[in-house]
């Protein structure tokens, strides 16, 4: 079955990165891409980016262009999503999902917790 | 990018109630519209995409619309679907979410 386990939950302080992942297993893992959506504590869903791991191809919210960077492992089928200068309003649950052009988003991992905080 | 406008953004209702929770886009976007529910502290299911029900969500859910106006509809809400309700569009990058209907108890 699809399952998406994502990293531990991460304390950083503003002005740091983190690094979350997510590793995929149950279905052939370069035949989709991988999507990153956060959510703020009561707030809705915020599209981040996608990533192919077929070909390593990405495209990500204008917002977070120049301070996300999105990668895939096909060895380790796992795939990796890095913020960098992280502020104290970008305390947030992360997840991973899988996602395809024409498909939408199916499965989603259980989150990751990142807080920001000096 | 185009804009998901999510209506409305809490609804009160009674079990048994006829629901629905429109979505509109800022352009068309065909039929790449998903419909998700999000319990507290739970991470979001898909209901519909592309205005096909989800295997295993119960018939009760229908989606419709087609370009810019979307309905998701629950025929008799039941107590496990007080929710929050969110679109999502994917037909261009960047993909994009409504801001999300909460579904309360009356």
């Known amino acids: 079955q699809v399952q998406l386990v994502q990293s531990g939950a991460e304390v950083k302080k503003p002005g740091a990165s983190v690094k979350v992942s997510c590793k995929a297993s149950?279905?052939?893992?370069?035949?989709?891409?991988f999507i990153w959506v956060r959510q703020a504590p009561g707030q809705g869903l915020e599209w981040m980016g996608w990533?192919?791991?077929?070909?390593?191809?990405?495209n990500y919210a204008q917002k977070f262009q120049g301070r996300v960077t999105m990668t895939t492992d096909t060895s380790s089928t796992t795939a990796y999503m890095e913020l960098r200068s992280l502020r104290s309003d970008e305390t947030a649950t992360y997840y991973c999902?899988?996602?395809?052009w024409g498909v939408g988003i199916d499965y989603w991992g259980p989150g990751t917790l990142v807080t920001v905080s000096s | 990018d185009i804009q998901m406008t999510q209506s409305p953004s809490v609804m009160s209702a009674s079990v048994g109630d006829r629901v629905a929770i429109t979505c509109r886009a800022s352009?068309?976007?065909?039929?790449?519209l998903a419909w998700y529910q999000q319990k507290p502290g739970k991470v979001p299911e898909r209901l519909i995409y592309?205005?096909t029900l989800q295997s295993g969500v119960p018939s009760r859910f229908s989606g419709s619309g087609s370009g810019t106006e979307f309905t998701l509809t629950i025929s008799s809400l039941q107590p496990e679907d007080f929710a929050t309700y969110y679109c999502?569009?994917?037909?261009?990058?960047?993909?994009?979410f409504g801001q999300g209907t909460r579904v309360e108890i009356k």
């Open positions: 592309a205005a």
């Open positions: 999502l569009q994917y037909q261009s990058y960047p993909w994009t």
């Open positions: 999902a899988r996602g395809t």
């Open positions: 149950g279905f052939p893992f370069t035949n989709y891409g």
């Open positions: 990533i192919s791991a077929f070909n390593g191809r990405t």
């Open positions: 352009q068309g976007i065909s039929d790449y």
